[in-house]
Protein backbone atom coordinates (compact mmCIF):
# COMPACT_ATOMS: atom_id res chain seq x y z
CA UNK A 1 0.00 0.00 0.00
CA UNK A 2 1.21 3.53 -0.47
CA UNK A 3 -0.30 6.59 1.22
CA UNK A 4 -0.02 10.12 0.37
CA UNK A 5 -0.95 13.07 2.06
CA UNK A 6 -1.21 16.45 0.02
CA UNK A 7 -1.44 19.56 1.89
CA UNK A 8 -2.91 22.34 -0.09
CA UNK A 9 -2.86 26.11 0.78
CA UNK A 10 -4.95 28.29 -1.43
CA UNK A 11 -3.48 31.95 -1.25
CA UNK A 12 -6.10 34.14 -2.63
CA UNK A 13 -9.53 33.66 -1.49
CA UNK A 14 -11.12 34.20 -4.74
CA UNK A 15 -9.37 30.64 -5.95
CA UNK A 16 -10.99 28.87 -3.16
CA UNK A 17 -14.49 27.90 -4.85
CA UNK A 18 -12.59 26.80 -8.12
CA UNK A 19 -9.72 24.75 -6.79
CA UNK A 20 -13.01 23.24 -4.30
CA UNK A 21 -14.67 22.38 -7.62
CA UNK A 22 -12.20 20.93 -9.35
CA UNK A 23 -10.93 19.13 -6.56
CA UNK A 24 -14.63 17.30 -6.41
CA UNK A 25 -14.58 16.64 -10.18
CA UNK A 26 -10.95 14.74 -9.99
CA UNK A 27 -12.55 12.67 -7.03
CA UNK A 28 -14.38 10.11 -9.36
CA UNK A 29 -11.71 10.01 -12.07
CA UNK A 30 -9.27 8.93 -9.64
CA UNK A 31 -11.13 6.39 -8.11
CA UNK A 32 -11.49 4.78 -11.64
CA UNK A 33 -7.83 4.52 -12.15
CA UNK A 34 -5.82 1.44 -11.54
CA UNK A 35 -4.50 0.73 -8.03
CA UNK A 36 -6.54 3.75 -6.37
CA UNK A 37 -7.95 2.36 -3.54
CA UNK A 38 -9.48 5.66 -1.75
CA UNK A 39 -9.24 9.32 -2.98
CA UNK A 40 -10.56 11.99 -0.63
CA UNK A 41 -10.52 15.77 -0.48
CA UNK A 42 -11.08 17.79 2.79
CA UNK A 43 -11.58 21.44 3.05
CA UNK A 44 -11.05 22.99 6.17
CA UNK A 45 -13.73 24.69 8.58
CA UNK A 46 -11.25 26.59 10.21
CA UNK A 47 -9.35 27.78 7.75
CA UNK A 48 -11.26 27.24 4.16
CA UNK A 49 -8.16 27.77 2.19
CA UNK A 50 -6.49 25.12 3.62
CA UNK A 51 -7.19 21.42 2.04
CA UNK A 52 -6.27 18.32 2.04
CA UNK A 53 -5.86 15.21 0.23
CA UNK A 54 -6.10 11.78 1.43
CA UNK A 55 -5.01 9.00 -1.02
CA UNK A 56 -4.61 5.54 -0.80
CA UNK A 57 -3.03 3.57 -3.94
CA UNK A 58 -2.04 0.17 -4.24
CA UNK A 59 1.48 0.35 -4.75
CA UNK A 60 3.87 3.58 -5.44
CA UNK A 61 3.81 2.19 -8.92
CA UNK A 62 0.16 2.91 -9.37
CA UNK A 63 0.33 6.42 -7.74
CA UNK A 64 3.30 6.91 -10.42
CA UNK A 65 1.02 6.14 -13.04
CA UNK A 66 -1.79 8.32 -12.00
CA UNK A 67 0.42 11.23 -12.94
CA UNK A 68 -0.52 10.63 -16.35
CA UNK A 69 -4.09 10.55 -16.03
CA UNK A 70 -7.03 12.47 -16.93
CA UNK A 71 -7.27 14.07 -13.20
CA UNK A 72 -3.56 15.47 -13.22
CA UNK A 73 -3.58 16.21 -16.82
CA UNK A 74 -6.76 17.65 -17.17
CA UNK A 75 -7.63 19.10 -14.14
CA UNK A 76 -5.46 18.97 -11.79
CA UNK A 77 -2.13 20.50 -13.44
CA UNK A 78 -4.34 23.12 -16.04
CA UNK A 79 -7.02 24.25 -12.79
CA UNK A 80 -5.45 23.78 -9.80
CA UNK A 81 -1.69 24.34 -9.82
CA UNK A 82 -1.52 27.71 -10.49
CA UNK A 83 -3.68 28.82 -8.06
CA UNK A 84 -2.03 26.67 -5.31
CA UNK A 85 1.14 26.14 -2.41
CA UNK A 86 1.54 22.96 -1.68
CA UNK A 87 3.14 19.86 0.11
CA UNK A 88 3.05 16.36 -0.55
CA UNK A 89 3.56 13.93 2.21
CA UNK A 90 4.43 10.12 1.47
CA UNK A 91 3.13 8.62 5.05
CA UNK A 92 2.57 5.73 6.76
CA UNK A 93 -0.20 4.67 9.47
CA UNK A 94 0.67 4.93 12.73
CA UNK A 95 0.25 1.49 14.77
CA UNK A 96 -1.02 2.06 18.15
CA UNK A 97 1.07 -0.11 20.96
CA UNK A 98 -0.51 -2.42 22.80
Same mark, same amino acid.
Given at each position: ?11 ? @?? #??? @?????LARM? @? ?40 ? #? ?6 LPEI ?18
Amino acid at each position: MFDLIVIVRVPE @PD #DMA @PVADALARMR @PLCLAEDGCVSWEAYQSQGDPGRFVLVERWASRTHWEAHDSG #DAIQKIYLPEIMPRIEREVHPSSPVSIAQ
